[in-house]
């Protein structure tokens, strides 16, 4: 069913002006950067996650589709949490099977395929040969972090050759606009449009990408993936999928203008973003209509119309976990509550549901913290007595 504030176009148009004054009013200054994450106990979380979805040759399954998937996507978040919790051995085994079964044995030459599972005729096999950036980008992401705080320089060289091939394949010039990560290497580019994702593209690990690559695109694509919000985010509500036209951004036409399990990510990514970073202020400005309707309504959508603001279905137990980031990033210490409350309620999960709890919960418990340039910053990576 739909909010009251959004039945009442008035009354949405206040909440919104009122919720983006709110929001720049309690935005953190770069001097008030987030402590580095403290030293943590076991992450019960993960463990849990590791014991429900990873095989132990190193494949992450999504139990919920009849086809027992794995994807490129599942993949790279278990390397990051994987990283994030210090566990080389898994790292090493989820690695090993996305560059065996996605990468074809050669991950030098090829990006990984999106879809691998069971086909109709009961066989396992890769299911969909297209690539899938959001995926490629965490991969690249894990390995060049990895490298790092490791000091395993194979790892850096191969997230290196990623970003190389992501460049070759999926970076198109908009007319226009300029140079944007697509969705995937094809699919997305036709009769004049290009269509995008907003939550295939975290601010902080375009930030690294543009540290270890300057010469790349991604400074760029950082600065345009904020744009793209603000043109997609009339009210304050991220869609999943937006399209340009050659002179402006319009709603995807095979899409619509929806903003729901896709769009949750860009909540939760513009709340990690570190304080320091100059875009930050804009990005969570941009979009504060979540914390506007939670203030208004107690409650988040499911799926919310962006254009007008209509919101329907109750968001799952997931949507909670990815906002808390951001509802912390803007000092909204009631609704914080109340979310952290659903979360810590929430009974058996779903694989993406338990992806975001990791993100959002894992971030809230100081597990890992990103730098204003995209370094990882895990809880291990510190001694204890360095954080307060």
């Known amino acids: 069913m739909s909010t009251p504030a959004a039945q009442d176009p008035g009354r949405r148009r206040l909440l919104h002006w009122l919720a983006a004054s709110a929001t720049l009013a309690l935005l953190p200054t770069a001097a008030q950067a987030v402590n580095l994450p403290r030293c943590a106990g076991p992450w019960r979380e993960w463990r849990s996650f590791v014991q429900r979805h990873i095989q132990a040759d190193g494949r992450v399954i999504d139990f919920l589709n009849a086809d027992l998937r794995s994807t490129s996507e599942s993949q790279s978040y278990a390397l990051f949490f994987a990283l994030a919790d210090n566990d080389q051995v898994l790292f090493d085994r989820v690695l090993g099977w996305t560059r065996r079964h996605l990468s074809g044995g050669r991950p030098d030459l090829n990006l990984p395929a999106w879809l691998w599972g069971r086909d109709p005729s009961g066989a396992y096999r890769v299911l969909d040969a297209n690539t899938a950036s959001d995926g490629e980008l965490w991969i690249a992401y894990a390995l060049l972090e990895a490298g790092r705080l490791w000091k395993r320089p194979g790892l850096q060289a191969s997230g290196k050759q990623i970003l190389t091939l992501m460049q070759q394949a999926e970076v198109a010039e908009l007319p226009g606009f300029g140079s944007m990560l697509m969705p995937a290497r094809s699919g997305f580019i036709g009769q004049g449009r290009w269509t995008l994702n907003a939550s295939y593209l975290p601010l902080f690990v375009l930030r690294r990408f543009a540290?270890?690559?300057?010469?790349?695109?991604?400074?760029?694509?950082?600065?345009?993936?904020?744009?793209?919000?603000?043109?997609?985010?009339?009210?304050?509500?991220?869609?999943?999928?937006?399209?340009?036209?050659?002179?402006?951004?319009?709603?995807?036409?095979?899409?619509?203008?929806?903003?729901?399990?896709?769009?949750?990510?860009?909540?939760?990514?513009?709340?990690?973003?570190?304080?320091?970073?100059?875009?930050?202020?804009?990005?969570?400005?941009?979009?504060?209509?979540?914390?506007?309707?939670?203030?208004?309504?107690?409650?988040?959508?499911?799926?919310?119309?962006?254009?007008?603001?209509?919101?329907?279905?109750?968001?799952?137990?997931?949507?909670?976990?990815?906002?808390?980031?951001?509802?912390?990033?803007?000092?909204?210490?009631?609704?914080?509550?109340s979310q952290q409350a659903r979360v810590a309620a929430a009974g058996d999960l779903n694989y993406y549901e338990r992806v975001l709890v990791l993100f959002g919960k894992g971030w809230m418990d100081r597990r890992f913290r990103f730098s204003a340039d995209g370094r990882l910053l895990p809880a291990w990576s510190t001694p204890c007595s360095a954080n307060t």
């Open 211 to 337: 540290a270890v690559d300057p010469k790349g695109p991604w400074a760029r694509i950082a600065e345009r993936s904020v744009a793209m919000l603000e043109a997609g985010a009339p009210l304050g509500f991220a869609p999943d999928w937006q399209a340009w036209n050659g002179k402006t951004f319009v709603t995807a036409p095979d899409k619509g203008d929806i903003g729901s399990y896709d769009a949750i990510r860009c909540y939760l990514w513009a709340g990690m973003v570190d304080p320091a970073d100059p875009l930050r202020r804009r990005l969570l400005q941009t979009l504060s209509g979540p914390a506007a309707m939670l203030r208004a309504e107690g409650r988040f959508a499911e799926k919310i119309q962006v254009r007008s603001g209509v919101g329907n279905g109750t968001a799952p137990v997931g949507f909670a976990a990815a906002l808390l980031p951001y509802l912390s990033a803007l000092g909204q210490s009631a609704t914080l509550r």
